[in-house]
């Protein structure tokens, strides 16, 4: 079976830092782009960062840029979010979502349960 | 940056059509996608560029994209069909559109 099982959220303050995981399962994760999507209470979706296959392409969305860092581990099957200075508004459910073999030419096609990230003093 | 624009709700009477759109500038250019999210659970993909269904996804869900609009349209509205959909380009980054609540009654 497919799955993606996203781990590593939590309360933390504002400033502080957090890193998300993604675990994945069922494919062969190598070949495949992978992205953070999240979701704040009540709102809708915002694309986060994307990264390719053999990391060679990294995208970050404007609002993350500077703060957050993706990367992967092909040997592990994982994904990650290294997330610093954070803000209130970054507080979110994040989702680690399948690509396809090229960023922004294939849709996300599989999606994890996701990971409730709270910046709160 | 793109934008698009999505309806903040629509309603369909049980068993008729809804049609959901997604305007953006010259959309017809790029490969739209649509997810489906249920409350509580995660986004579902059922069209990818533009016409295509993931396996798995009813017939009753088609896609199209044409000027400035892509539309979702679901066929013979099921209670089950409720949720909010998106929709979704690649314009140097990922876009998402705002999201629009379907109501079905």
């Known amino acids: 079976e497919v799955q993606l099982v996203e781990s590593g959220g939590g309360l933390v303050k504002p400033g502080g830092s957090l890193r998300l995981s993604c675990a994945a399962s069922g494919f062969t994760f190598s070949s495949y782009s992978m992205n953070w999507v999240r979701q704040a209470p009540g709102k809708g979706l915002e694309w986060v960062s994307s990264i390719s296959s053999s990391s060679s392409y990294i995208y970050y969305a404007d609002s993350v840029k500077g703060r957050f860092t993706i990367s992967r581990d092909n040997a592990k099957n994982s994904l990650y979010l290294q997330m610093n200075s954070l803000r209130v508004e970054d507080t979110a459910l994040y989702y680690c979502?399948?690509?396809?073999?090229?960023?922004?030419?294939?849709?996300?096609?599989?999606w994890g349960q996701g990971t409730t990230v709270t910046v709160s003093s | 940056s793109y934008e698009l624009t999505q309806p903040l709700s629509v309603s369909v009477a049980l068993r008729q059509t809804a049609r959901i759109t997604c305007g953006g500038d010259?959309?017809?250019?790029?490969?739209v996608h649509w997810y489906q999210q249920k409350p509580g659970q995660a986004p579902v993909l059922v069209i990818y560029r533009n016409i295509n269904r993931p396996s798995g996804i009813p017939e009753r869900f088609s896609g199209s994209n044409s000027g400035n609009t892509a539309t979702l349209t679901i066929s013979r509205a099921q209670a089950g069909d409720e949720a909010d959909y998106y929709c979704?380009?690649?314009?140097?980054?990922?876009?998402f559109g705002g999201g629009t609540k379907l109501t079905v009654l």
């Open positions: 979502a399948r690509g396809g073999g090229v960023i922004g030419r294939y849709a996300m096609d599989v």
């Open positions: 010259n959309i017809e250019s790029k490969n």
């Open positions: 979704q380009v690649w314009d140097s980054s990922w876009v």
